[in-house]
């Protein structure tokens, strides 16, 4: 099946810094959302872009569609504890019609040292 | 509270017994999703439905049976549980509107010993 390449597989930072994650595809996708997992807990959506370029805020969190529409960048800053989690990407392939299915990175795994 | 639930949130079994998860939604979503999650394989897609009555495949099917009699409601058996089945399982569901957003459900924890 489609495959999405996410990096880094983790991550671990001081509380304070900035914080970069990227997917990657050989793929052309016309959706792009970005997932958090808190432990013990199902993914909750963050941020959601539709359109090639498109740049997103939501709050600390930056995320954009790559201009090619194989690739996304999630971009969190000032991280703080409550940033702990696993980030997924997740995108919808081109011309996938049947039932709205999502292709999902494998996650980025955050932890923010206080 | 509106929004997706799921029961039990954690269960051990036996192999060979057969488990259902269930999976409840309040907002009438056209679609609903099983997946699992696997460390070092992110979430994989098991089956899915568009509608009631109307399901199909996903990525890792095998060993799994879904139903979908109502619209709220998209039950999880696995019919002979194996140790392999051991994972988390989230449901999700979709509007037919919007532009993919899935929304899930807090998980199962399966244990199959």
């Known amino acids: 099946g489609q495959q999405l390449n996410q990096s880094p597989q983790s991550m671990f930072i001081q509380e304070g810094e900035d914080v970069s994650m990227n997917c990657t595809s050989s793929?052309?996708?016309?959706?792009w959302l970005w997932y958090k997992q808190d432990p013990g807990e199902g993914p909750v959506l963050l941020i959601a872009?539709?359109?090639?370029?498109e740049l997103t805020s939501n709050g600390r969190l930056t995320a954009q569609f790559g201009i090619t529409r194989k690739d996304s960048f999630l971009n969190i800053s000032a991280s703080i504890p409550s940033d702990v989690g696993i980030y997924f990407c997740?995108?919808?392939?081109?011309?996938?019609?049947?039932?709205?299915?999502?292709?999902f990175g494998e996650g980025t795994q955050l932890t923010v040292n206080p | 509270d509106a929004g997706i639930t799921q029961s039990p949130r954690y269960k051990i079994t036996e192999t060979g017994r057969q488990v259902t998860l269930m999976c409840h939604q309040t907002?009438?979503?056209?679609?609903m999703f099983w997946y699992r999650q696997d460390l070092g394989h992110g979430l994989r897609l098991i089956y899915y439905s568009a509608a009631a009555d109307i399901t199909d495949k996903g990525e890792v099917p095998d060993g799994y049976v879904v139903s979908r009699s109502k619209t709220e409601n998209f039950p999880l058996t696995l019919e002979s549980a194996t140790r392999s089945q051991t994972s988390v399982y989230f449901c999700a569901c979709k509007g037919s509107g919007g532009w993919g957003e899935q929304f899930f459900g807090p998980g199962t924890r399966l244990t199959v010993l």
């Open positions: 907002w009438s979503h056209s679609y």
């Open positions: 872009l539709y359109k090639a370029g």
């Open positions: 997740a995108g919808q392939v081109q011309g996938e019609t049947s039932g709205s299915r999502l292709t």
């Open positions: 793929s052309i996708f016309n959706t």
